[in-house]
């Protein structure tokens, strides 16, 4: 009986992990590639993760920048 409850927390935690860090990470870095090339439909895809990811993403954002890099000139 006991094993079983470990394992449970343990997919919990696991899943959970998942959902709030990592992909909301891999959004976020996909975001950053693809985000001035995007097609149509792919920025629909993109307004869907932010949707679906929002509570992992609202808790990275503080620690990510993700604004442009200055234009170099030359």
Known sequence: M???LIITLGMYVALGGA???????L????????????SS???VLMYFM???????LLLLSPFINLRPQPRQVT
Do not use: D, N
């Open 2 to 4: 006991e094993m079983s």
């Open 19 to 25: 959902y709030l860090l990592v992909l909301p990470a």
């Open 27 to 38: 959004t976020f870095l996909y975001l950053k590639q693809r985000w001035y090339t995007a």
């Open 41 to 43: 439909v792919e920025r």
């Open 50 to 56: 932010v949707f679906l990811f929002f509570p992992g």
